[in-house]
């Protein structure tokens, strides 16, 4: 057993703990972050930051879509540092209904300091949620949310997406508070619930342990993988397919479960694997389970992660316990992890390819710091 790999198990073993130690410290932060009035004033939600960031986003969206009633985008940094006013001239005074969420650990990733910047100044509300107050991001933004992380044993980013996704739910959840979509008890409900989520995180680590472990020998040569979800579940597919590629290497790539049967169903390779993530009570269910007769169909290998026995049959199903849709990511967080730890231990690499050779421009993360921000649009 290699360190990194121990160091892997390690951090997913501590997910409970985070969760259940850090939620009402978070929830307390956030509750502070922005003015009664300046929520009032909201009409537009933008997440946005880049790799865990954006797919914390991804998975947070739909929730707080449903509980705010507002629209809500998620956009990689490069969207919404040159794309989002692109030829049209700034609307003086109306943007300050647009709230943007800056989501990173650093607070130091160039592009989306480049996009806090610029929407600042076309009169967006600026919000970073970043372990880093003091980096640029945090300097960047108009108000600045802590999310530190307590330090654990180093591997791909876990404890940090799991800190930026309970992080956008309570923020999420308080904004529907004060506009009145939720109330004060239901969403008192909902952050407990958030917290006992500790649990399902314990047992899950426990008893996939052995079953992933099975799952990465079967698939252990494949070089490719297709991950898939839908709503909440695209967001826990696209962190699996990013966890593949920083841990061990793969080409692993995330897609909707209905895009998947216009796209990636065509892929001539049918030994190459596919993750589901298929909660049963989902909204996407029916279309997720004929996702897994169509993957049986093709010859693929596949699992699926849900807590419906009946979503494939029982030699592909991997199963974590029933919680509500919007927070299934939590959930799926473990089981995406594990398969990223094992895979890596099996094929015998370096997680980020020990950013040697190659890869060696990712040292220090050069390669997202270090890229000159653009102000002349500013």
């Given at each position: 057993m290699s360190q990194q790999y121990s160091n892997y198990l390690e951090q997913i073993d501590s997910l409970a703990a985070l969760l259940s130690d850090e939620t009402?410290?978070?929830?307390?932060?956030?509750?502070?972050?922005?003015?009664?009035?300046?929520?009032?004033?909201?009409?537009?939600?933008i997440i946005t930051g880049s790799g865990d960031s954006y797919i914390a986003g991804l998975a947070a969206a739909p929730a707080i879509r449903a509980w705010t009633g507002l629209p809500v985008q998620v956009m990689v940094s490069m969207?919404?540092?040159?794309?989002?006013?692109?030829?049209?001239?700034?609307?003086?005074?109306?943007?300050?209904?647009?709230?943007?969420?800056?989501?990173?650990?650093?607070?130091?990733?160039?592009?989306?300091?480049?996009?806090?910047?610029?929407?600042?100044?076309?009169?967006?509300?600026?919000?970073?949620?970043?372990?880093?107050?003091?980096?640029?991001?945090?300097?960047?933004?108009?108000?600045?949310?802590?999310?530190?992380?307590?330090?654990?044993?180093n591997a791909p980013g876990t404890r940090s997406y799991l800190a930026?996704?309970?992080?956008?739910?309570?923020?999420?959840?308080?904004?529907?508070?004060?506009l009145m979509c939720v109330t004060m008890d239901?969403?008192?409900?909902?952050?407990?619930?958030?917290?006992?989520?500790?649990?399902?995180?314990?047992?899950?680590?426990?008893?996939?342990?052995?079953?992933?472990?099975?799952?990465?020998?079967?698939?252990?040569?494949?070089?490719v993988c297709d991950c898939l979800g839908s709503g909440p579940?695209?967001?826990?597919?696209?962190?699996?397919?990013?966890?593949?590629?920083?841990?061990?290497?793969?080409h692993a790539s995330s897609q909707d479960a209905e895009e998947f049967h216009h796209l990636n169903y065509f892929v001539a390779d049918v030994s190459a694997p596919a993750l589901v993530f298929a909660p049963g009570n989902a909204l996407s269910a029916a279309r997720s389970k004929e996702l897994c007769a169509t993957l049986a169909g093709l010859g693929r290998p596949f699992a699926v992660v849900t807590d419906d026995a009946t979503m494939a049959g029982q030699q592909h199903v991997l199963n974590v316990p029933r919680v509500r849709e919007w927070f299934a990511p939590i959930v799926h967080a473990v089981p995406a992890s594990l398969l990223a730890a094992e895979f890596a231990e099996r094929r015998g690499v370096v997680h980020y390819r020990g950013h040697t050779g190659p890869w060696s421009g990712a040292v220090g993360a050069n390669l997202v710091r270090n890229s000159p921000i653009d102000t002349s649009r500013s």
């Open positions: 009402q410290r978070l929830s307390d932060k956030h509750r502070l972050s922005l003015k009664v009035p300046d929520v009032y004033g909201i009409r537009q939600i969207e919404a540092s040159r794309y989002v006013d692109a030829g049209v001239p700034p609307l003086a005074g109306r943007n300050r209904g647009l709230l943007v969420v800056a989501v990173s650990n650093s607070g130091e990733a160039a592009r989306l300091v480049e996009a806090t910047q610029r929407l600042r100044n076309l009169g967006a509300l600026t919000l970073a949620l970043t372990g880093n107050p003091q980096s640029r991001l945090g300097k960047a933004a108009e108000v600045v949310s802590e999310v530190i992380v307590p330090p654990s044993a930026s996704l309970i992080s956008l739910y309570l923020l999420g959840l308080r904004l529907a508070e004060i239901d969403a008192n409900a909902m952050r407990r619930e958030i917290a006992e989520l500790s649990g399902p995180l314990g047992s899950v680590a426990k008893s996939l342990r052995q079953p992933i472990a099975t799952l990465a020998d079967a698939w252990a040569t494949s070089s579940s695209l967001g826990s597919a696209s962190f699996a397919a990013a966890k593949l590629v920083e841990a061990a290497g793969l």
